[in-house]
């Protein structure tokens, strides 16, 4: 049995683990990018804390110690189905089942004059990574569309170069996608302090570009207008599938696959956000865990009821949001703000469906147990709720508090 995988991301290197934990078979893996890199660490090379060997995840060895042939610094252009080829370039690799976890690629918004010009970059891969810090060097009026995560990555990565970018956004807080108001204020802060400048509730409506096809400036809508000499967008992504045309794989938005990651060709699976149902680093691991054990042979669906989480960390202020973080009407919110930080827990009928911690995070997986397993703090003082608590399996096979 030979497998392929294209791309060499969480999803993928996660795949071709399993793969060789589960079966001694063949294993390829294609992908454009020359180098195993985490993109959760992009803005650290940006800054100049890592070099791209500290930017991989995986051992210096993995691909011999795994027996696992790699193409890197390829780009596959098609795939054919009938005769079972992924092609690239002038040659091809013929597969028994295949595992597409291509990732997901930056979004543009659709203003005039972004699209090829030659200052204007996303955070995505580990090009736009050295990109943007080469670029950087000499720009002194940096400019940055979106002030979620990626956004904030990269004004971490700047202002470690000794930069004070600019952050346009269209909420009225930062990392309002990750957290709540109060979660954020405090990177706000600590991101002004350190020279940034924040115009929030702001939308981008043009730019100007110049004799060389750079972006000079940016018009905002409230008739704004800023110089730039290095703008980064950090909007969006989209799955990377575009090199699926004329394969007769079905996609929308995204590769579009069922509970066990197979795609509606038969032995074509995928992975991560090239299906667009990936939200994190840790869901793209575990999509790559159980497509490769579905291609190993060993049935095995997904299972969505894992509990979301994400951390941020920024000028080491760390916060964990596990599950939702943003009410739904008769949630009760539970607010906690002592020495050790910010602590927020949403309560639905008396079940924890979300927790913000801040600062001291190291309760985390307690969280996400209560969360998963849907347990009740009715009538508890939640901020003092414990493992060490007693409780246990109802007849029902439910837990409840004994």
């Not at 990018?33 to 940006?46: E, F, G, N, P, T």
């Amino acid at each position: 049995m030979k497998h392929v995988i294209i791309g060499a991301g969480a999803a993928g290197i996660s795949a071709a683990k399993t793969i060789r934990e589960n079966a001694n078979d063949d294993i390829v893996i294609i992908s454009t990018d020359d180098a195993v890199y985490s993109r959760c660490m992009l803005h650290k090379y940006i800054g100049g804390g890592r070099s791209v060997a500290e930017l991989s995840f995986i051992p210096d060895n993995f691909f011999a110690e795994h027996n696992i042939t790699w193409h890197g610094g390829v780009t596959v252009t098609g795939i054919d189905t009938s005769n079972k080829r992924v092609l690239f370039g002038d040659s091809h690799e013929t597969y028994d089942r295949l595992l597409i976890a291509t990732g997901a690629d930056s979004v543009l918004p659709p203003i005039e004059g972004l699209l090829g010009a030659k200052n204007v970059f996303g955070l995505r891969h580990l090009s736009d990574a050295k990109a943007i810090r080469q670029n950087a060097a000499n720009a002194n009026n940096i400019v940055i569309i979106g002030a979620g995560l990626i956004g904030l990555d990269v004004a971490y990565g700047l202002v470690e170069m000794g930069k004070k970018p600019t952050i346009v956004e269209m909420a009225p807080t930062v990392l309002s996608q990750n957290m709540d108001a109060h979660g954020a204020k405090i990177y706000q802060t600590r991101f002004t302090g350190a020279g940034c400048k924040f115009l929030l509730e702001r939308k981008v409506i043009g730019v100007q570009t110049d004799a060389t096809g750079s972006v000079s400036a940016i018009k905002l809508d409230n008739g704004q207008q800023l110089t730039c000499d290095l703008l980064v967008v950090a909007v969006g992504v989209r799955p990377a599938i575009g090199f699926l045309q004329n394969s007769n794989i079905d996609a929308v938005r995204g590769i579009i696959v069922n509970d066990y990651f197979a795609t509606n060709i038969a032995d074509i699976y995928a992975a991560g956000d090239a299906t667009g149902i990936s939200e994190s680093w840790p869901d793209a691991i575990r999509h790559g865990e159980v497509a490769a054990l579905n291609m190993c042979g060993i049935e095995t669906p997904y299972d969505e009821a894992l509990v979301q989480k994400n951390t941020v960390n920024f000028f080491s202020v760390a916060t964990l949001c596990v599950g939702q973080f943003k009410p739904d009407p008769g949630d009760i919110e539970d607010i906690r703000v002592d020495s050790s930080g910010y602590q927020k827990a949403i309560i639905r009928d008396g079940v924890p469906v979300g927790v913000i911690l801040q600062g001291d995070i190291s309760r985390s997986g307690f969280w996400q147990h209560m969360i998963k397993n849907k347990i009740s703090v009715a009538g508890k003082s939640i901020w003092k709720v414990s493992f060490a608590d007693s409780y246990g399996l109802d007849e029902n096979g439910e837990y409840t508090w004994v």
